[in-house]
Every structure is written in C-alpha cells, then in structure tokens.
C-alpha cells in the first residue's frame, strides 16, 4: 500500500498490542483526495495529466465489510461505524504527501487518460514522470475507474481500495461507489483536482421520474463515451487475439455492450426516450469497462 507499510509491517502485532492509538472516525472530509498540478485541457470539460497529491487521506470504508489487509489491525474483522478500515494508521495513507513528517512523501499522483483515471503510487516519489510502480506484473493503482466527465464523477470501478503490493493484499469495501471530481485553474496551467467520496449522481442509479428532452444531449454524450471506449476495447482484443488465452468471456461482454448500445442509439433517435438511451449507454459503459479490464490483465 505504502512504503512505511511495507517498512512496518512485521512489527504491526507487537505495536498493536504495547502502543495506544488515537482512534479518530473517517470522514468524507479527511479521506478526500486533493492533487496539484499541469493539466492538458481538451474542452468539453475533459482534462488529461498527472499530477501529484497534496495531502495525506484516509480510505471511507463501507461499514459492515470485511478487512482484507495485513497491514490492518482489524484484518479479518469488519469496518465499524467509523468508516475506518485502519485503526492503527492515522491517516490510512500518511505517505501520500511528503509533509515532513517521519512518513516521507510524494508517493501518490492522480492519472486522467479520456475517460479514464487512476491512483498511482509511484515508482520515484514526487515524479509523476516516473509512472505506477509494480508487483509481479500487477500496476500500483489501487483506485481506478471511468470518469463521467458530463456530471464530474470518478467511478472506482470494483468499489473499493484494492492492490497486490510486495507485502501482501489488500482489498477494503468503499462506503461509496466512487468520488465527485471538482477542477480549479490555479493559473499559468497549473490545476487543483479534488475527490470527495460521494454516492454516484441520481441519473447512473435510479430512473428520473419524466421523459422531457433535457436528458437527450446527455445521453448523446454517454453514447459518444461507450463508442470511444468499444475502440480501446477493440484495440485490446485484437492484441488478446494473438496469444494463447481464452477471451470468450472478454468477447460476450463486448457483443452485449453492443447489443445495449444499439438499443440506445434507436431509444435516442428523433428524441424518443432519451432517459432509456441513457441508461443503456452507461450499462454499456460498464461493460466494455469489464472487458478492458480482463484484456488487459491478459496483456499485463
């Protein structure tokens, strides 16, 4: 998860037992994440780059879940009332910033690729240069997802803070399915992201009580997105094609996310029902997101 983890993390039971913790609840507040830095701007509300973390951050665990970590205290308990996954660490993630103090720093940054974002912690901390480190072939992002630029939303999308580092797994249940993403122009290019934990908006998880014509751009924009992201997945998959690997999974996933697109484009023609297209436009989404994922842990 993090470098004083991996530094610490023998020592984690006899600590548990002979220090006393100050135990504070996670809030939506101390686990939302800030990064500075140079973003490209592509109109449309769509930006792209990588730029660092600001602040440490805590993970808003879903209560009730399950601790998969070794590096927790709870491991193998679940996540009380507090939202907290990691009683022992205040903050979940002291190393995120390099703040002076005896975690050191700068190992985080926030990746936005199209429609696409990730948690990377880096190979060289404070160079967003140098990439996601890794473990036997498995890239350090232990947030990811799709960006819903229309409505400034970060799904993560297994919903939860998950990783194979070097000293073990890791897998913690988000309260939230993902975070809503705001961007300030700090000037000279230099850009403030901001993601607060948060429920997805209202259109990705209940139907809107009216049909009116207002949902039919954004339902043209959430087609567009499916469209673009069934090229990447397409592109993937003719790479899959080369090697020894099964893909029927991976290709029934993508003929249902064409399947579902079509019916959105026919709903959205002349404006029919735009809401339905809309609604199908995002389940295709998500699927062709399943299929991106399976490709490439097949290329990985």
């Given at each position: 998860m993090r470098r004083i983890k991996s530094i610490f993390i023998a020592m984690l039971a006899i600590f548990s037992v002979i220090a006393v913790y100050q135990v504070e609840a996670n809030t939506v507040a101390s686990s939302t994440l800030v990064f500075e830095g140079p973003l490209t701007y592509h109109g449309g509300g769509?930006?792209?780059?990588?730029?660092?973390?600001?602040?440490?951050?805590?993970?808003?665990?879903?209560?009730?879940?399950?601790?998969?970590?070794?590096?927790?205290?709870?491991?193998?308990?679940?996540?009380?009332?507090?939202?907290?996954?990691?009683?022992?660490?205040?903050?979940?993630?002291?190393?995120a910033y390099d703040d002076g103090d005896i975690y050191g720093g700068?190992?985080?940054?926030?990746?936005?690729?199209?429609?696409?974002?990730?948690?990377?912690?880096?190979?060289?901390?404070?160079?967003?240069?140098?990439?996601?480190?890794?473990?036997?072939?498995?890239?350090?992002?232990?947030?990811?997802?799709?960006?819903?630029?229309?409505?400034?939303?970060?799904r993560e999308y297994g919903q939860n803070w998950e990783q194979n580092w070097s000293w073990g797994y890791e897998n913690i249940d988000l309260q939230y399915p993902g975070f809503t993403m705001s961007i300030a122009s700090l000037g000279s290019g230099q850009y403030r992201v901001t993601l607060t934990p948060a429920p997805r908006p209202m259109i990705y998880s209940e139907k809107p009580p009216t049909y009116g014509k207002s949902f039919c751009p954004l339902s043209k924009y959430n087609i567009g997105l499916a469209e673009e992201l069934s090229v990447t997945v397409q592109d993937l998959l003719n790479q899959a094609r080369t090697l020894d690997a099964d893909i029927s999974e991976v290709e029934e996933l993508i003929a249902r996310a064409h399947e579902l697109l079509e019916k959105a484009k026919a709903f959205c023609e002349n404006s029919q029902n735009c809401i339905a297209g809309n609604v199908l436009a995002i389940e295709a989404q998500n699927l062709l997101l399943q299929a991106k994922e399976l490709l490439e842990s097949m290329l990985s």
């Open positions: 769509v930006y792209s780059g990588t730029i660092l973390c600001v602040q440490d951050f805590d993970v808003y665990a879903q209560v009730g879940s399950i601790v998969d970590s070794s590096a927790s205290s709870i491991d193998g308990n679940p996540v009380g009332s507090d939202h907290d996954a990691y009683p022992n660490w205040s903050p979940d993630v002291p190393d700068g190992y985080y940054a926030l990746n936005l690729s199209g429609n696409s974002w990730a948690l990377w912690y880096l190979q060289t901390p404070g160079d967003p240069n140098s990439g996601p480190g890794s473990y036997n072939g498995d890239t350090y992002d232990p947030f990811y997802g799709y960006v819903y630029w229309a409505n400034m939303y970060a």
